[in-house]
């Protein structure tokens, strides 16, 4: 029986333990029914003596074997003994072997834990060695051995398994006072002249106290588990009644009588069920508690998602929202706020004669029209929550379209619809993508997997945490080429190197053998975009490229990707939230707000006479630290515009 | 990566070292009187003192463990005081059967795991909850129950397999398969249970992670990326699982060993706990030590394998 890993239980807040756990369990019907069950079960232990009809010990030759009936109900053993009351006794003697086992563990545990997670020095070393040592033996050797010699004594044998045990308490006590001793209202009380032992049982104890009663339902349903297999294999005190022995005895009628293992085997198996149970609606209803916490964190990076209209209405108490109310939210403007005011989308009309990419050549085909997008997440209470409405943009070849916005505006959750590369969860929702005459929108997985990489690209914000940290970057780059071009093993190693070398990646080889995290971020986003654009392709979506690099290095990726655009005459989709790059490599540009598109056209007239307020705002921002705001906004705009 | 290995060798040295001192230690002063226990409460004094002699117990603790460990250091741990048989080939002779069925559970469990696991991290839904409670049961129900329940039900109500008894793989191949599936299937599903259960938590933790959706904006398929880059990266903790796993099984197998009367370690190591046979225990704690230190090794190099930074670290 293996042990159960501490680390399952993470620290768990501080105020999570504090809400009555057991007013929980009883909520929770499979809790209440493990509760009942060991609530029986120990009534019936203590009360064995008024319960049982017959002494467990007391054997009779004439029945032998004997049916249950009215002199015994359960039937009787090999030996003529009465199986209830050696049931009501053995439950006594297995529950008590365990609660030995139990405390043990946990009093050698939780005490070693606190003075090694609190104190630390010496004894940290010695105790997490020795919890080690403890761990890498198998119990049961362990236990046999001892017998070998102590002697049969279920007591003596529970009590060196509580201290085989007692590292599951030590390594959960011990992480979780590691971790909250250098909290700061822990420094505060010790600056405050609280004594260490004051600490401890007011703001340590209260930290510790639900994993460890967890992990004590886990470690009794494997003392009783450890405790009946020894007396199971017929090494335990045949004197005292247990279940492990009672099996030991029906085993070896297995052939006549295989009726005589229900009672024991049923005891055992569903003791530990119950404790196993219990455990985990504890470690569940305590993660409930501490998880709205979590979930706001997500959502800021996962969905990165405005709560618009749709989602208003389902934190509002709203089951699901029908879907004649998913329609009017979307159709109603994204009012964030009561009382404002929201533009409509204000659209530039392009020149004349449909403007001219950088190097001075005139678009080509459309490549990619958005119509009307809507992505939404869908929520756990069967709403929907909507994070991209109504956004309508196009790419044609060889055109650069920015899109603009403060973070959770829905342009990273534009970009990855395009790809059909949303977090879980998120689908598309309204609306059409059509690319080459197609309509990923409703493409299914295989043909998307067809047109990444070969025709969109994508280059990721985040350089280090895209790449696989378990790969050489040269194999991941190998890979895609070999599935996507069906190029040999050497055939794709030649194009990688020269293509880290076409990204300006001064030793390409050197970096091809090396694992991402031997490589700087500068380097690791070249590699990117040496990665996105290894496949030729038509359109490349580039994810705020330059926000995680240094500022020096920003500017080489940037004059990076316009020459490798106007080289490989590709579409490109750039979010970002720097008007700067907007002004350095963009042909057009979409300003995005709490999910749709608010002012979009040719970057030329949207810089020289910005006409949504926030687009203006926007603008505004690049010059937090002038002076008179207002007029400067102007004349940068202006200046800006000429470019 | 030579170093990283040395070094884990090292630490598996100490351990063994250790664990061989403290099982002394006990073994030899814990015992009492041992030529008494061997003997038996109607053996006169002078025999009692005549086999405490022979059996070199006279001697002060720290020579016994001298003798004892420079023996030990080349393979050499006595003889059992029961049977007169060689200690090392008591063991040798049976460890094989236990490897056998403890590393079988052990592939088969891994195998099963990963299916599951990544099942239910995928879909989600519905199987995900199936190898959730299947997780659970296999957790809280002990390996001995189930190998019981599985006697019951496939050997003697189906029939399909023999209740007990083990045939040696020279013997009969196909004989020897059928007499070890019962008590590997019996031993891996306890393995099956936790391993599932972690791989299931890394993949849904790895599919989050940046790198899946790059790597599929290159054109790769959502299985290749995942049973390429994300079981690489979910193997780690995986392992760790299963090197705690294996350490259980070994445990479990001396109860398994029992049920399906198959001639392992187990079988020797209760009959050897039940005589007091010393020797021969001191002998099994050690072999089981350095199993552990060995499977623990290997898990450490898989790691390094694994997880390029371990291999720097």
């Given at each position: 029986m293996p042990l159960p890993d501490p680390q399952l239980t993470p620290a768990l807040e501080e105020r999570a333990a504090r809400v009555s756990l057991f007013r929980k369990l009883l909520k929770n019907p499979v809790g209440l029914i493990a509760l009942i069950f060991l609530g029986l079960l120990v009534l019936s232990a203590i009360f064995a003596p008024l319960l049982a009809p017959a002494d467990p010990n007391t054997a009779s030759l004439q029945d032998v074997l004997a049916s249950p009936g009215a002199a015994h109900p359960l039937g009787a053993d090999s030996a003529g003994r009465d199986v209830l009351s050696r049931l009501l006794f053995a439950t006594r003697f297995s529950l008590a072997g365990a609660l030995l086992a139990l405390v043990v563990a946990a009093v050698i545990g939780v005490i070693a834990g606190l003075i090694a997670g609190y104190f630390g020095k010496w004894f940290d070393s010695v105790s997490s060695w020795l919890a080690g040592l403890l761990m890498a033996l198998p119990g049961i050797v362990v236990l046999l051995a001892a017998r070998a010699v102590l002697g049969p004594s279920m007591w003596l044998s529970m009590a060196i398994f509580g201290v085989l045990l007692s590292p599951a308490f030590f390594r959960l006590v011990y992480a979780s006072v590691s971790a909250v001793r250098n909290e700061l209202y822990v420094d505060a009380a010790r600056v405050a002249g609280l004594s260490d032992a004051r600490i401890i049982s007011r703001h340590i104890l209260t930290v510790v106290r639900a994993p460890v009663i967890i992990q004590a339902a886990m470690i009794a349903g494997i003392a009783i588990a450890i405790q009946a297999g020894l007396d199971f294999l017929g090494l335990g005190d045949m004197s005292v009644p247990s279940w492990g022995s009672m099996l030991n005895d029906a085993f070896a009628k297995i052939y006549t009588n295989p009726d005589l293992m229900i009672w024991p085997a049923s005891a055992i198996a569903l003791t530990c069920i119950a404790l196993t149970l219990l455990a985990n609606v504890m470690r569940d209803e305590l993660e409930r508690t501490a998880g709205p916490v979590k979930r706001r964190k997500n959502r800021n990076r996962a969905a990165e998602a405005p709560v618009v209209k749709a989602a208003h209405l389902s934190t509002v108490g709203m089951a699901t929202i029908s879907e004649e109310e998913r329609r009017l939210a979307l159709e109603q403007p994204a009012a964030s706020e009561p009382g404002e005011i929201v533009h409509p989308v204000v659209v530039h009309p392009d020149p004349e004669d449909g403007g001219r990419s950088s190097t001075g050549n005139p678009f080509g085909e459309e490549l990619l029209s958005v119509r009307n997008l809507a992505v939404g997440y869908d929520q756990p209470d069967g709403s929907i929550k909507v994070v991209v409405n109504d956004v309508s943009l196009r790419v044609r070849r060889g055109e650069v379209h920015g899109l603009i916005g403060e973070s959770g505006s829905g342009k990273t959750q534009t970009a990855w619809s395009v790809l059909r590369?949303?977090?879980?969860?998120?689908?598309?929702?309204d609306g059409s993508i059509s690319f080459e005459g197609k309509d990923l929108a409703h493409a299914t997985e295989k043909e998307m997997t067809k047109l990444r990489g070969a025709k969109i690209a994508y280059i990721p914000q985040e350089p280090m945490s895209n790449l696989?940290?378990?790969?050489t970057i040269g194999s991941q780059l190998v890979e895609p080429m070999r599935v996507v071009l069906g190029l040999s093993k050497a055939e794709a190693t030649k194009r990688a190197l020269g293509l880290l070398e076409r990204v300006g990646i001064p030793n390409p080889q050197r970096t091809f053998d090396a694992y991402p995290h031997e490589v700087s971020g500068g380097m690791a986003q070249r590699v990117l975009i040496a990665g996105a654009i290894s496949c030729d392709p038509d359109l490349l979506i580039a994810d705020e490229p330059t926000t995680a690099l240094d500022v020096t290095v920003q500017a080489e990726v940037l004059s990076l990707l316009r020459e490798l655009q106007a080289e490989l005459n590709m579409g490109v989709i750039l979010v970002t939230h720097n008007f700067g790059v907007v002004a350095d490599l963009c042909d057009r540009v979409s300003v995005m707000r709490a999910g749709r598109i608010v002012e979009t056209g040719p970057v030329r007239s949207i810089f020289a006479a910005p006409e949504h307020e926030y687009t203006k705002a926007l603008f505004a921002a690049i010059l937090e630290e002038g002076e008179a705001r207002g007029e400067l906004v102007v004349a940068q705009t202006e200046k800006e515009g000429l470019r | 990566m030579l170093r990283f290995i040395l070094r884990r060798l090292a630490s598996g040295v100490v351990l063994i070292v250790v664990i061989s001192t403290i099982a002394f230690a006990l073994l030899y002063v814990g015992g009492g009187d041992i030529a008494r226990r061997i003997l038996g409460q109607t053996a006169t004094a002078e025999t009692v003192a005549q086999k405490t002699q022979q059996l070199g117990l006279n001697r002060p603790l720290y020579e016994q463990f001298v003798d004892w460990v420079s023996h030990a250091v080349v393979g050499d741990f006595g003889t059992s005081w029961f049977t007169g048989q060689e200690v090392i080939q008591a063991i040798s002779s049976r460890v094989a059967v236990t490897l056998s069925l403890v590393i079988g559970a052990t592939l088969i469990s891994a195998i099963v795991a990963v299916l599951l696991g990544v099942w239910a991290a995928r879909q989600r839904g519905w199987p995900d909850r199936l190898v959730q409670i299947i997780s659970v049961l296999g957790f809280a129900i002990p390996g001995f129950l189930i190998a019981l329940g599985l006697v019951i039900v496939f050997a003697i109500n189906l029939g399909w397999f023999k209740p007990t008894g083990f045939v040696q793989f020279a013997t009969s191949p196909s004989g020897w398969l059928s007499s070890i599936t019962l008590p590997v299937i019996a031993l891996a599903i306890g393995g099956i249970a936790g391993v599932a259960q972690q791989i299931r938590g890394s993949v849904i933790d790895a599919l989050r992670q940046d790198y899946v959706r790059t790597l599929r904006s290159r054109g790769l398929s959502a299985n290749r990326v995942i049973y390429k880059h994300v079981l690489r990266n979910a193997g780690g903790p995986a392992l760790a699982v299963l090197a705690v796993q294996f350490v259980g099984l070994l445990g479990g197998a001396v109860i398994v060993e029992q049920v399906f009367a198959i001639p392992g370690l187990g079988q020797v190591a209760v009959t050897a706990t039940n005589q007091g046979d010393i020797p021969l225990v001191m002998g099994l704690v050690v072999v089981t030590a350095v199993i552990v230190v060995v499977v623990n090794l290997v898990i450490d190099i898989l790691q390094g394998f694994l997880n390029p930074k371990v291999r720097l670290s």
């Open positions: 590369l949303l977090p879980d969860g998120g689908r598309v929702i696989d940290a378990s790969f | -």
